[in-house]
């Protein structure tokens, strides 16, 4: 007598069959631009300390044109990486309540966005005032 198998539900392109499981790949493979734009900063810190030569070959290393293509690519998968996590924050914080309203979950967004943005012009403002 031979024993009964076991179902094994196929795995093999389980995220292909729904639009939600498909956004949710993207998003987590988008973390990988994080990785890499993460290491490229890492590696201009070690040229950094190896001295003025070596980070001025890494500064124009970056400034190529197949770089300035790569770091635009990686800015928008970053861009949408946290675009997304913006988008979850009213999904995983407690109900946020002014008096006795809820406030509405695009408010949320919305404003933390918009907060996001600020910082950026603010960060990149700095920037441009410090290299005057």
């Known amino acids: 007598m031979s024993t009964p198998r076991t179902y094994m539900r196929p795995m093999h392109g389980w ?8 956004r949710y790949i993207v998003r987590e493979l ?3 631009a994080v990785i890499a734009y993460a290491t490229e900063l890492l590696v201009g810190l070690l040229r950094l300390t ?10 124009a290393t970056l400034a190529r044109p197949w770089a300035i293509a790569g770091n635009t ?3 928008l998968f970053v861009a949408y990486h946290a675009w997304t996590w913006i988008a979850v924050m009213p999904k995983t914080m407690p109900f946020l309540r002014v008096g006795q309203r809820r406030v509405p979950d695009y408010f949320l967004v919305a404003g ?3 907060a996001a943005v600020v910082a950026s012009v603010a960060v990149f403002a700095v920037i441009a005032w410090a290299g005057r």
């Open 50 to 59: 190896q001295g003025a030569e070596a980070f001025d070959v890494w500064r």
């Open 112 to 114: 933390a966005a918009a």
């Open 73 to 75: 690519i990686v800015f």
């Open 30 to 32: 988008t973390c990988v």
């Open 15 to 22: 995220w292909h069959r729904n639009a939600f499981y498909r």
